[in-house]
């Protein structure tokens, strides 16, 4: 079984990367392991995932990073599964309305790889090896910081989680059909700017243990 840890950066998988198994990374006959960098936005991860996809053909991606949060009631350095993924800045503001693809008629909102406007994972059942709670989130180009941004979002979409990579997880998998999970932990409040009261460190440090554990359990059940 071919496995790939995805993230947009280096530093949200390296503590895992430093800890692995050597089993997992080497010769095992059952399952191996590699780490993936696959950029920071949309852009860049949909090109590297897809890449990825058609050149290494894994059996399972494994997308791990921090992300902001918009249910205060989550303690941060949390650490949640995504289920669904909803495009969150890809319309146009509108007389003080936010309209995206769906609402615009660019997109149905049952046109695969699309599921009443959202990317859901299919695969979550079967991947869910550690029953993290399963949230929704929402991926974005630009970070939401203005309140009534906020409130709009919250509105349409009620997501959990903002990242800027998730979607194009969601999307390019769906569409090639290759089995993924997306696991984030919380490193912030979305709104919150004094990155003082962020818990970057400890969000990234809850996150790998998790992918460790992760990869452990995966192992053991072949």
């Known amino acids: 079984m071919r496995i790939v840890i995805s993230a947009a950066t280096i530093g949200e998988w390296m503590p895992a990367y430093a800890g692995i198994d050597p089993l997992y990374t080497g010769n095992s006959q ?7 960098q696959g950029g920071v936005g949309l852009l860049a991860t949909a090109f590297s995932l897809t890449k990825l996809i058609y050149e290494e053909k894994p059996d399972l991606i494994i997308q791990a990073g921090i992300a902001g949060c918009f249910d205060t009631t989550q303690p941060l350095a949390k650490v949640l599964v995504i289920k669904d993924e909803s495009l969150a800045d890809t319309g146009v503001q509108e007389e003080g309305r936010w309209k995206d693809i769906f609402d615009l008629k ?8 699309f599921e009443k406007r959202r990317l859901s994972n299919p695969w979550l059942p079967q991947y869910n090896l550690l029953k993290l709670p399963e949230v929704s989130a929402i991926t974005i180009n630009t970070i939401t910081t203005g ?7 919250r509105k349409k979409y009620n997501p959990v989680i903002e990242s800027m990579e998730g979607a194009a997880l969601h999307y390019a998998c769906r ?6 999970i997306q696991i984030r932990a919380i490193s912030n409040y979305i709104g919150e700017r004094d990155k003082s009261k962020w818990r970057i460190k400890d969000a990234i440090g809850e996150l790998n243990q998790v ?12």
Not at 106 to 113: A, S
Not at 147 to 153: F, G, P, T, Y
Not at 175 to 180: E, G, K, L, R, V
Request: proline residues 10%; positive net charge; glycine residues 4%.
């Open 30 to 36: 059952r399952m191996h392991v590699t780490f993936h």
């Open 175 to 180: 569409q090639t059909n290759t089995p993924f």
């Open 211 to 222: 992918l460790l554990k992760y990869i452990d359990k995966l192992y053991k059940i072949g």
């Open 147 to 153: 309140e009534k941004r906020i409130q709009q979002i």
């Open 106 to 113: 660019l997109e149905k909102p049952g046109y695969p790889p």
